[in-house]
C-alpha cells in the first residue's frame, strides 16, 4: 500500500514516516510547505495520503488540493482535534475517513489499510449532512439533476443527450453549480452533494464504483 504524507514541515512528515515504518505501508513520498504541488501528489500514484493538520485551517485547503489532484486515492485526516464542527470541515474538503493523534503507533499503519480497503468510514453526518448551508437551496431544479448525473459519473455529453440540452449548456450549469457549492470540480462537487444529502447515497455508487472504489472523474 503506497502512502503520501502531507504535513507542514518535514519534521511532521519524519514523525508518522517512523509510526509506518514497522507496518506494511510503504511511504512513497512528503509534500508540504506553503503550497502542495498538485501535479506532484498526482504523479505519485498514492493510494492512501495521510494529511497532518499541522497548518490549521490551511489544513482544509491542503485536503482540496489534494482530493483533486488524486480522487483515487484514501485522504485520511491525522487530527489532534476531534471536534465534530472541525471533522464536519475537514470531511466536507475532502477527506474519507480522521484519525486521533493518539492512536498507538503499532495502529496507525493497521488503521490505514482498512480505510484503503474500504472497511473504515465515517461521513462525520450528525454535523455536516444536518446543517447544510443556506446556499445550497438556491441549487434551481435543473442544476440538481445535473448535479445528480455528475455523481452518477455521467460525461456531459451524456447528460447534455439525456437532458436534450448542449454541452455549453451543462457547463454553463455546472459552473453554477461549483460556485453555489464553493468546490472546484465535479468530484468535489459529488462528495459534497452526497455528504450534504442532496442526493441519495444510491445515486453515488456509479461515481465510487460497486466496490466503493473511487471513478476517474469526466473531463
Known sequence: ???????????????????LRHSSCEVIGFVGGREICAATVSRQR???????????????????????AAP???LVLLTAN????????????????????????????????EVASGNVFHA????????????????TPREREILSLVAEGAANSHIARSLWVTEQTVKFHLSNIYR????????????????????????STLARGGDGTPLPAAA
Open 1 to 19: 500500500m503506497r502512502v503520501l504524507i502531507v504535513a507542514s514541515g518535514i519534521m511532521a512528515a519524519e514523525i508518522i514516516r517512523r509510526e
Open 46 to 68: 498514492p493510494d492512501v495520503i495521510v494529511v497532518d493538520d499541522g497548518r490549521g485551517e490551511g489544513t482544509l485547503t491542503d485536503i482540496r488540493t489534494v482530493r483533486a
Open 72 to 74: 483515487a486515492a484514501k
Open 82 to 113: 476531534m471536534d465534530a464542527a472541525w471533522l464536519a470541515k475537514a470531511s466536507q474538503a475532502g477527506i474519507d475517513a480522521a484519525l486521533a493523534k493518539t492512536v498507538s503507533h503499532a495502529s496507525l499503519g493497521l488503521l490505514l489499510r
Open 124 to 139: 462525520f453526518a450528525s454535523s455536516a449532512r444536518d446543517s447544510a448551508p443556506e446556499f445550497v437551496s438556491t441549487l
Open 180 to 203: 453555489k457549492l464553493g468546490v472546484a470540480n465535479r468530484t468535489q462537487a459529488s462528495h459534497y452533494a452526497f455528504l450534504h444529502g442532496l442526493i441519495e447515497p444510491s445515486s
